[in-house]
C-alpha cells in the first residue's frame, strides 16, 4: 500500500469514494509512506488494520507517528536507502514538496514500479531513471496544487510535469493520482489553486512519452500489468 488515507477532516477531502476500506484490506506485503502530511500518512483511521506487524518505509523523522498508533515494524529512509517490505524492495528516492518527502521504488518478480507521491518534477529525479532504466508503472501525481498565500508556490507537479516525466522514466504504464483531492469551495478559493487535471494528463502525456500507457483508474478498479521479456 501507498500512502494510506482512510478518514476525512475539514480542507482534506478525498474527491471520490473509496476504493476500499480499512476493514477490509487483505494482508499487505508492507506500507510506504512518502510523507507525514495527514492525506498521505492517516494513521489514526490505519490503525483499525488488523495486521500490527505489516512492515513500513516512511519518511526519515516521520516513524513515531505509526509506532504510536501500534505498528511494530517502521523503518525510517531517506534519498537511496533500500529496504524489503516482505518480499518487494523498497529503495526510496529523491522528491522535493512542502515537507521533507521521498519518492519509492517497488522491485518484485522482475517488475518495478515508481511511486511519484506529492513531489515536484525536480533534476534529481533523473538519477531514478539511471538507476532503474526498466520500470513497468508509475504512478504520478498530476493537481499541480499551489499555495495563494505564498504567491502561488507550487508543491506538486501538474499534468504537464507528470508528461515530462514520463519522458524520463519511460513506464510502459502511468497512473495518475491525487487529481480528485479537494479542500472544499472556501479553502480551494483562497488558499489553494490546482493547475493540472487528468485530463490535461491524458492530453500531455502522448506528447511528452508516447510510448507510456496512461490508465485512469476508478475506485476500486485494478489494472494487471504483466512482466515482458527484456534484453
Given at each position: 500500500m501507498t500512502d494510506p488515507w482512510f478518514s476525512e477532516k475539514p480542507g482534506y477531502y478525498h474527491g471520490e469514494p473509496l476504493g476500499r476500506k480499512v476493514e477490509d484490506l487483505p494482508k499487505l506485503s508492507g506500507v510506504v509512506v512518502s510523507h507525514a502530511h495527514y492525506d498521505?500518512?492517516?494513521?489514526e483511521a490505519f490503525s483499525k488494520y488488523?495486521?500490527?506487524?505489516?512492515p513500513f518505509a516512511v519518511k526519515k523523522g516521520?516513524?513515531?507517528?505509526?509506532?504510536?498508533?501500534g505498528f511494530s515494524h517502521v523503518e525510517e529512509t531517506d534519498f537511496w536507502d533500500e529496504t524489503d517490505l516482505g518480499g518487494v524492495k523498497v529503495t526510496a528516492t529523491p522528491a522535493k514538496h512542502g515537507v521533507p518527502e521521498n519518492t519509492y521504488v517497488l522491485e518484485?518478480?522482475?517488475?518495478?514500479?515508481?511511486?511519484?507521491g506529492d513531489t515536484l518534477l525536480i533534476p534529481e529525479l533523473e538519477e531514478v531513471a539511471r538507476r532503474f532504466p526498466k520500470i513497468d508503472v508509475a504512478i504520478l501525481p498530476v493537481n499541480?496544487?499551489?499555495?495563494?498565500p505564498m504567491f502561488n508556490r507550487?508543491?506538486?507537479?501538474?499534468?504537464?510535469?507528470?508528461a515530462k516525466l514520463c519522458a524520463i522514466l519511460k513506464p510502459r504504464v502511468a497512473i495518475p493520482t491525487h487529481y480528485a483531492f479537494t479542500a472544499g469551495n472556501l479553502r480551494n478559493h483562497v488558499l489553494l489553486k490546482y493547475t493540472g487535471t487528468v485530463?490535461?494528463?491524458k492530453r500531455e502525456g502522448p506528447k511528452y512519452a508516447p510510448a507510456t500507457e496512461?490508465?485512469?483508474?476508478?475506485p476500486g478498479e485494478s489494472v494487471e500489468v504483466k512482466g515482458e521479456l527484456r534484453q
Open positions: 498521505h500518512y492517516d494513521v488488523k495486521y500490527k506487524d505489516v516521520s516513524a513515531k507517528l505509526a509506532r504510536n498508533v518484485k518478480d522482475g517488475l518495478t514500479v515508481f511511486f511519484g499541480g496544487l499551489e499555495l495563494r507550487k508543491v506538486v507537479m501538474n499534468d504537464e510535469d507528470a485530463e490535461g494528463f496512461i490508465k485512469v483508474l476508478a
